[in-house]
């Protein structure tokens, strides 16, 4: 596949929002091992290859594991991941996945116990920002590195 366009060079004040979000993102609360699970998983639910490689990536030299990146497909029956994370990716699962049911009173209730209303906040913006940058990779045919 080629690259279609290049929002970033057709719409530069499009990215320079995106990028104040991520800047924000950047000063929130919550730990960054957590924010690289929502980024990979929200990625792999999409099918941004792009945002995977990438994620995985800044992940790995953030010191996560590699087991829990190649387990994270199939967090709910691994025992790689706490309940806080199993929280998260529940909700990046149910955030992602708007359509099938939203964000579950279950799911809710479960982050609750692990996150106050700010960083619960702080969760929704993360997803639902990840889950715009995996709708521009995907449509716009991004890539990483050039394919072989």
């Not at 790995?60 to 829990?68: A, D, P, S, Y």
């Amino acid at each position: 596949m080629k690259q279609r366009i290049s929002i970033k060079d057709l719409e530069p004040a499009a990215y320079k929002a995106m990028f104040g979000l991520e800047k924000y993102l950047a000063s929130t609360s919550l730990e960054a091992k957590l924010k690289h699970l929502v980024k990979i998983r929200a990625s792999q639910i999409n099918g941004c290859a792009y945002c995977i490689e990438m994620h995985s990536e800044e992940a790995l030299q953030n010191g996560e594991e590699t087991k829990r990146i190649f387990a994270l497909a199939a967090w709910k029956e691994s025992p790689l991941f706490s309940e806080e994370e199993k929280a998260v990716l529940a909700m990046t699962d149910e955030v992602s996945l708007i359509a099938q049911q939203g964000l579950s009173e279950p799911t809710y209730q479960m982050a609750k116990r692990f996150f106050n209303d700010n960083q619960i906040a702080q969760l929704i913006m993360q997803i639902g920002t990840i889950n715009l940058w995996n709708r521009i990779a995907v449509s716009t045919h991004m890539f990483h590195k050039e394919p072989v």
